[in-house]
C-alpha cells in the first residue's frame, strides 16, 4: 500500500535522494508486504529546531505535558544527525486488522509468512538503492527503523557546507 503521509515525508528528503526513495517506495516497498501491513515513513527531514527538542528530552525536558517522566531518545545535537540534512529517514510497520492500525516495532515478525521478516524486506528494498541501513549495525548503534545515503559525508562535511553557505538556492539542503 501506498501511504500518503509516507509520501509526504519522503518529498521533506533531500532532493538528491528524493526520487530515488520515492521511486523505491512506491514500485517495491508499498508492494512487498502483506495486503494488512504496510511500510509508513515515519520520519523524514528533522529540522535543527526539532532535532534539539529532541535532545532536549529527558535532559533539560523531563517530564511530557501530562506528567510522564521523559527518558534520553538521542545523543545527536543540531546539525549531528543524518536527518537534519534530509539524508536519512526512519520507517514503522503498521498493521491496518479490521479497520484499526497498530504500529509493529518487533522486527522479526513475519505477516505475510513468506519465510522473510517483513522489515527484512523493506530493508532489501531500500538496499538496491544503496541505503545503508541502522538494522545493521552493532551494539549501541543498532538503530533498526533508520535508513540513511550519505554519500561518503559525515555530520561535520554537512555542517560545515550549510555554515559556509554551500546550500541549494532558497532551501537548507547542503549542495552535494
Ligand atoms: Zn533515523
Not at 535522494?17 to 508492494?31: A, L, M, P
Not at 546539525?79 to 479490521?98: E, M, T
Not at 545503508?132 to 562535511?157: C, M, S, V
Request: include cysteine; charged fraction near 25%; glycine fraction near 10%.
Amino acid at each position: 500500500m501506498i501511504d500518503k503521509i509516507s509520501i509526504e515525508r519522503i518529498n521533506s528528503l533531500h532532493p538528491k535522494i528524493r526520487d530515488i526513495v520515492g521511486n523505491i517506495y512506491v514500485d517495491e516497498v508499498s508492494k512487498v508486504l502483506g495486503v494488512d501491513t504496510f511500510c509508513r515513513i515515519a520520519y523524514g527531514l528533522r529540522t535543527f529546531k526539532e532535532q534539539n527538542e529532541l535532545y532536549s528530552l529527558g535532559r533539560t525536558k523531563l517530564f511530557s505535558p501530562n506528567g510522564k517522566r521523559l527518558g534520553i531518545v538521542t545523543n545527536a545535537k543540531a546539525g549531528q544527525s543524518f536527518h537534519n540534512y534530509g539524508l536519512a529517514w526512519d520507517i514503522v510497520l503498521i498493521r491496518n486488522v479490521q479497520g484499526k492500525q497498530s504500529a509493529v516495532y518487533e522486527t522479526a515478525v513475519d505477516f505475510d509468512k513468506d519465510g522473510v521478516s517483513d522489515w527484512l524486506e523493506v530493508a532489501r528494498c531500500f538496499k538496491k538503492i544503496n541505503a545503508e541501513w541502522g538494522g545493521d549495525w552493532k551494539g549501541k548503534l543498532y538503530d533498526a527503523p533508520h535508513f540513511q545515503i550519505t554519500f561518503g559525508r559525515t555530520w561535520k562535511n554537512l555542517l560545515e557546507l550549510k555554515r559556509s553557505g554551500n546550500v541549494i538556492v532558497g532551501t537548507e539542503y547542503p549542495i552535494i
